[in-house]
């Protein structure tokens, strides 16, 4: 930080030296010392201004792609927040304020301090974390960044030092492999069951909202998908792709805010699993197939 101060001052300098040093051209008639002085002048106060005008205005009015913690939350301090941050896995939406966008991400906690995750786009990440002061602080390398840390129910909040919400997760429950004796669908059994068919069941990794619907075109690559809270009140809609890739997999992309990626899906007494190769955990139980 102290490094950024000491640049944005020094050119913040020369942008002023330069100004000046123009003013006094003017006065003396010297216009092409006016000209030679000025572009550097305004070139390095532009990208002052530039490098400031954001971090102002959000301190000022804050992000308007970020929400406030709901009032219900109740702040996680001292041993509640270790006990929440130790050998833990979760699922959840993170905010990047330097792209300004949202990812799905899913990341694991240890009680020993370390941490792994991976988002939608398949990135990953590991570091440590520590509680310091009754917060958690996540370093990455050579990056540390600390977060206030909330509980609503089963939501989970992390927000930055303007109260506004940069991650929100619930945590999952144990992992769930296969049920002993399920069997790998590909090929012709495979197609035989996804094209021109709608798979209802419930997800094992989500952020809310885990039953679904999934109806697979037959004459196309699009699937949608109806979720909701019951089986019975499927009223959130999503739409995507699929493909079933060159080893057999089902890969979903844009639907049920997994990962976009490829699953196995496993045959089991009464349904199908759809398990992520990663791991072997499975993400989401079908119960029918229409």
């Given at each position: 930080?102290?490094?950024?101060?000491?640049?944005?001052?020094t050119?913040?300098?020369?942008?002023?030296?330069?100004?000046?040093?123009?003013?006094?051209?003017?006065?003396?008639?010297?216009w092409?010392?006016?000209?030679?002085?000025?572009?550097p002048?305004?070139?390095?106060?532009?990208?002052?201004?530039?490098?400031?005008?954001k971090?102002?205005?959000?301190?000022?009015?804050?992000?308007?792609?970020?929400?406030?913690?709901p009032?219900?939350?109740?702040?996680?301090?001292?041993?509640?927040?270790?006990?929440?941050?130790?050998?833990?896995?979760?699922?959840?939406?993170?905010?990047?304020?330097d792209?300004?966008?949202?990812?799905?991400?899913d990341?694991?906690?240890?009680?020993?301090?370390?941490?792994k995750?991976?988002?939608?786009?398949g990135?990953?990440?590991?570091?440590?974390?520590?509680?310091?002061?009754?917060?958690?602080?996540?370093?990455?390398?050579?990056?540390?960044?600390?977060?206030d840390?909330?509980?609503?129910?089963?939501?989970?909040?992390?927000?930055n030092?303007r109260?506004?919400?940069?991650?929100?997760?619930?945590?999952?429950?144990?992992?769930?492999?296969?049920?002993?004796?399920?069997?790998?669908?590909?090929?012709?059994p495979?197609?035989?069951?996804?094209?021109?068919?709608?798979l209802?069941g419930?997800?094992?990794?989500h952020?809310?909202?885990?039953?679904f619907s999934?109806?697979?075109?037959?004459?196309?690559?699009?699937?949608?998908?109806?979720?909701?809270?019951?089986?019975?009140?499927?009223?959130q809609e999503?739409?995507?792709?699929?493909?079933?890739?060159?080893d057999?997999?089902?890969?979903?992309?844009?639907?049920l805010?997994?990962?976009?990626?490829?699953?196995?899906?496993m045959?089991?007494?009464?349904?199908?699993?759809?398990?992520?190769?990663?791991?072997?955990?499975?993400?989401?139980?079908?119960?029918?197939?229409?």
């Open positions: 930080m102290w490094i950024g101060i000491f640049v944005l001052l050119f913040g300098a020369a942008s002023v030296s330069c100004l000046f040093l123009a003013v006094r051209a003017f006065q003396q008639g010297k092409h010392v006016v000209g030679a002085l000025l572009v002048g305004f070139g390095i106060g532009g990208v002052i201004i530039m490098l400031i005008y971090p102002i205005m959000l301190d000022l009015f804050g992000d308007p792609n970020l929400q406030d913690v009032e219900t939350a109740q702040r996680l301090t001292g041993d509640e927040l270790i006990a929440m941050h130790s050998d833990v896995a979760r699922f959840g939406i993170k905010y990047n304020e792209t300004e966008l949202f990812r799905w991400y990341e694991t906690v240890t009680a020993d301090g370390g941490f995750g991976q988002d939608e786009n990135a990953t990440w590991s570091g440590g974390w520590d509680p310091v002061e009754d917060q958690v602080c996540y370093t990455t390398g050579q990056n540390t960044e600390c977060y840390s909330y509980r609503d129910g089963d939501n989970f909040y992390e927000t030092y109260d506004e919400i940069v991650r929100s997760y619930t945590l999952l429950g144990p992992v769930m492999s296969p049920a002993e004796g399920s069997v790998a669908l590909q090929g012709i495979l197609m035989a069951l996804i094209p021109g068919h709608t209802i419930d997800l094992k990794i952020n809310g909202n885990p039953f999934a109806g697979f075109a037959a004459d196309s690559d699009a699937v949608t998908v109806m979720r909701g809270p019951s089986a019975d009140d499927l009223s999503e739409a995507g792709t699929y493909m079933v890739d060159e057999g997999n089902l890969c979903l992309m844009g639907v805010n997994v990962t976009d990626e490829c699953f196995a899906v045959a089991k007494p009464g349904g199908l699993d759809l398990v992520r190769t990663r791991g072997n955990r499975v993400v989401a139980a079908i119960d029918e197939i229409n």
